[in-house]
């Protein structure tokens, strides 16, 4: 396995996978008659953005220095938080459209704050708010897309 000794070669391995099913998965998205551009080019075009880049990473040279190779050690404590994300995330996607997306990213980003440290509950609370809903009025008012409404009657 003299091929895949370095960090750079596993790396592109795995985003070559990741390539693969999602061109797989955009290959499947369906064809529409009266279109120029139909909706399966951008996500066939970054399918294989991504194929290029990683063989490109994968032949690349890789010269990491020690210094490098202690940056990449993750502490146990960070990991942790790493996950919590992680898990608030995948919270965040499962409920977005049942409960909403002002309530939801309400929540998701107070929760991130206090996840990663800030005590300021109330200016949490307020910049929470204000943004779900400055980003849900920018996308219904301004771009006319719809987002989830959820439990909310708007």
Request: proline share 3%; glycine share 6%; hydrophobic share 55%.
């Amino acid at each position: 396995m003299k091929l895949l000794k370095s960090i750079n070669n596993w790396v592109s391995l795995i985003l070559l996978v990741i390539a693969a099913v999602y061109l797989i998965l955009s290959y499947q998205l369906p064809a529409y008659a009266y279109t120029e551009v139909d909706a399966d080019v951008i996500p066939k075009a970054l399918g294989w953005l991504l194929v290029f880049l990683a063989i490109l990473l994968f032949f690349s040279k890789d010269n990491e220095t020690e210094e490098q190779r202690q940056r990449r050690n993750i502490p146990k404590k960070e990991t942790g938080m790493l996950l919590g994300i992680g898990g608030l995330i995948f919270i965040y996607i499962s409920l977005l459209e049942i409960v909403g997306f002002i309530v939801i990213s309400t929540l998701f980003i107070f929760l991130c704050s206090l996840f990663l440290g800030y005590k300021s509950h109330i200016v949490n609370g307020v910049v929470s708010i204000a943004f779900s809903g400055f980003i849900y009025i920018i996308f219904n008012t301004l771009l006319q897309i719809s987002l989830p409404s959820g439990i909310l009657p708007f």
